[in-house]
C-alpha cells in the first residue's frame, strides 16, 4: 500500500544456497549456483553498459529482467555494475548517475524518488575479520569456498546520496534524508 511494488513474495520463496545468501548468516559464496547468477547478472551489465545504440526502452527490458524490482520513470546510468540483481529494488522515479555498484547478497532497497550521485556503492556482504578465517579455501576435490554473510540495505523516499558515497552493511536511511559527497554510512 506505500507505493512500493516490490516482490517480497519472490523473495520469500527463494530455497537453498539464494536462501542462505539473503538470510544474514554465514554461508559458502563460491557456491557453483551463485557463480551462475554472478556470470548471468555480468553479462546483461555489460551489455547495458556496452551497447550504445540500447534505446532506452531495451535498456529498461534488460534491467526488468534482472533486478528484483525497477520502478516507473526510474533511470540506472550506464557504468552500474551489480553482483546478482535480483535483490535490488528501486522505486519510482529514482535516479541513479554514472558507476553506481549494488553487492546484493542480501536486499538493496530503494523507496521513491531516491537520487544517486555518481561512484556510489551499496554493500551488503561482511567477511570474516580474522585473515585465517577469511582466506579461500579449496576441498580435497579442489572446489573454491569462501565464508560470507550479508545484511540489508534500506534507503527511504526522498533521499539524496551525493557522489562517491559508500553505504554498508546493514544500513537504513530514513526519508528525507541528504548524505554528503564521500560519506561513508556505516
Request: glycine share 12%; aromatic share 10%; proline share 4%.
Amino acid at each position: 500500500g506505500g507505493g512500493r511494488p516490490f516482490p517480497l513474495l519472490h523473495m520469500e520463496r527463494t530455497d537453498g544456497i539464494r536462501a542462505q545468501m539473503g538470510s544474514g548468516e554465514w554461508f559458502d559464496a563460491a557456491a557453483p549456483e551463485l557463480e551462475v547468477d554472478r556470470n548471468r547478472a555480468r553479462a546483461i551489465m555489460r551489455r547495458f553498459n556496452v551497447e550504445a545504440d540500447l534505446s532506452e526502452e531495451e535498456r529498461r527490458e534488460l534491467l526488468g529482467g534482472l533486478l528484483g524490482s525497477f520502478g516507473e520513470d526510474a533511470v540506472l546510468s550506464v557504468g552500474a555494475q551489480v553482483d546478482y540483481g535480483y535483490r535490488i529494488f528501486m522505486g519510482a522515479g529514482c535516479f541513479f548517475n554514472f558507476n553506481c555498484t549494488f553487492l546484493d547478497g542480501a536486499a538493496i532497497t530503494f523507496g521513491r524518488d531516491v537520487w544517486v550521485g555518481p561512484n556510489c556503492t551499496f554493500c551488503t556482504p561482511l567477511h570474516p575479520l580474522l585473515g585465517r578465517e577469511r582466506a579461500m579455501r579449496k576441498d580435497d576435490e579442489g572446489a573454491r569456498h569462501l565464508w560470507e554473510r550479508n545484511l540489508p540495505i534500506t534507503v527511504g523516499d526522498d533521499v539524496w546520496i551525493a557522489a562517491n558515497v559508500t553505504v554498508n552493511p546493514g544500513v537504513t536511511i530514513g526519508d528525507g534524508a541528504v548524505i554528503g559527497a564521500s560519506s561513508c554510512i556505516t
